[in-house]
């Protein structure tokens, strides 16, 4: 397992669809359905932005950050409308202003992680999390932040394993039926220097 903090170019659209397995249920309504949504978050990734697990040329797993205003998810709203056209586009612009997040000075924040589900509980997931931590020291942060679902608890017991300390969760019944989740938690993770 070699751990990469870019993204391959040859595994774009990889990425693309370990993300749409992970988050699909919740990116599902805003850039649906799954062909067209992993084609248009393979076509606006930022590389740069991206931990990568790879086994020989496979990607098994990634992880997202966000720094100096870019994520690993691009994407913005006139990418959205220029894929999905004015009609259907609007609606689904509102829906991913729902689920953006900025950094605070100081802070690194994490897109999300996602690991081949034939893969999990291997570790692999620990140790893109490792390297996001080296990211966020390299980059001059002190902390890590991230945001978890309430319908997400392994993910919630990984990130505790590894040091993050839940803060604030934020209830979103609106937002149950529509993207599958009542709450999110705001985590966050000091990074030693």
Known sequence: MEILRVLPAHAHHRAAELYWEAFGRKLGPALGPAERGVAFLAAHLHPDRAVAAMAGDRLVAVAGYRHGGRALLGGGPLDVLRAYG????????????????????????????????????????????????????????????????????????????????????????YLRRLLGFGAVTTMRRKVGR
């Open 86 to 173: 004015p009609v259907r586009g609007l609606p689904r612009v509102a829906l991913l202003a729902l689920l953006e997040r900025h950094a605070a000075p100081g802070e690194l924040v994490m897109d999300g992680i996602a690991v081949d589900p034939a893969l999990r509980g291997q570790g692999i997931g620990s140790l893109l999390l490792d390297e996001v931590a080296a990211v966020a020291r390299d980059l001059g942060h002190d902390r890590i932040r991230l945001d978890v679902i309430d319908a997400n608890p392994r993910a919630r017991a990984l990130y505790e394993r590894h040091g993050f300390v839940a803060g604030r969760t934020e209830a979103t019944p």
